[in-house]
């Protein structure tokens, strides 16, 4: 009988997508593969069931879906049509040997913790980068971490070194008079971390970055008086949203980083 591997993101799904190749490597078994990446609705789910539905043979769901209702949708899908489904929290080689009825090639020595944290990480990473500065703010719902803050204030490259731990972080901007958006008030405060620094540094980092792109060092984007205004704007927003604020001026990304981490595992 034929068997079908499918994987199935609301991302580019590449960490999902390499488990599962990676998992499907162990066992000595011909299957064909199919990925659907980027999958925002219900809508769009239906649409793969019943792409699913017309394979004949054994079938195998990977997901790493965010969304918990789309997460049910597919479990009760599953059980129906008899299919194996695995996301990050249900991971078990063990699990796969017995839907399978073989053995891995190597048998069962793999150690499961390590194999599904290393492929979570590339998708905290390809979660980071498409939730990058505001770009869609969809994700906040499904983040680990949320990070604001003014322009060059190093959230992006604080986003891309928790992702690498494996959280999925968001990063928004705060840009002067112009609102946050309606979805950072809808969630959890505890995971919402925003960044200030001394002024004339953060002029300092603008002007570099000015330089740094063939633009005059002196310019509205690095004038001190609209540094203190963004900052005076940035501090309203984060006691409205009761957030923790960090002053990042004299700290590395990774000390920033432990102290984000240790707030986040107090919570939970």
Do not use: W
């Amino acid at each position: 009988m034929d068997l079908f591997v499918y994987i199935i993101s609301d991302t580019d799904g590449i960490g999902m997508l390499r488990l599962a190749q990676s998992t499907m490597e162990k066992f000595e078994v011909k299957y064909e593969e199919k990925t659907f990446a980027n999958i925002k609705s219900t809508d769009a789910l239906s649409e793969i069931f019943v792409e699913i539905r017309k394979d004949i043979g054994s079938k195998i769901i990977f997901n790493s879906l965010n969304d918990p209702d789309h997460n049910k949708t597919i479990s009760e899908f599953s059980k129906i049509e008899d299919i194996l489904t695995i996301d990050y929290t249900s991971y078990s080689l063990n699990k796969i040997s017995k839907f399978l009825g073989i053995s891995p090639i190597d048998g069962l020595t793999d150690d499961d913790y390590k194999i599904v944290h290393h492929y979570k990480r590339l998708d905290a990473l390809d979660f980071a980068i498409k939730y990058d500065d505001g770009r869609d703010f969809k994700g906040l719902k499904y983040c680990d971490i949320c990070i604001i803050g003014v322009s060059r204030s190093s959230k992006t490259p604080l986003s891309v070194y928790l992702a690498s731990i494996g959280y999925k972080v968001i990063n928004v901007p705060i840009i002067l008079d112009s609102r946050l958006p309606r979805e950072l008030f809808e969630i959890d405060s505890k995971k919402i971390f925003g960044l200030i620094l001394d002024k004339d540094r953060l002029q300092k980092i603008r002007q570099e970055r000015l330089k740094s792109i063939n633009l005059p060092s002196h310019s509205n984007y690095s004038d001190l008086d609209r540094i203190e205004k963004e900052f005076a704007y940035a501090n309203e927003l984060m006691e409205d949203l009761d957030c923790h604020i960090i002053d990042v001026t004299y700290k590395s990304i990774e000390e920033i980083s432990e102290y984000i981490i240790s707030s986040i595992e107090n919570v939970n």
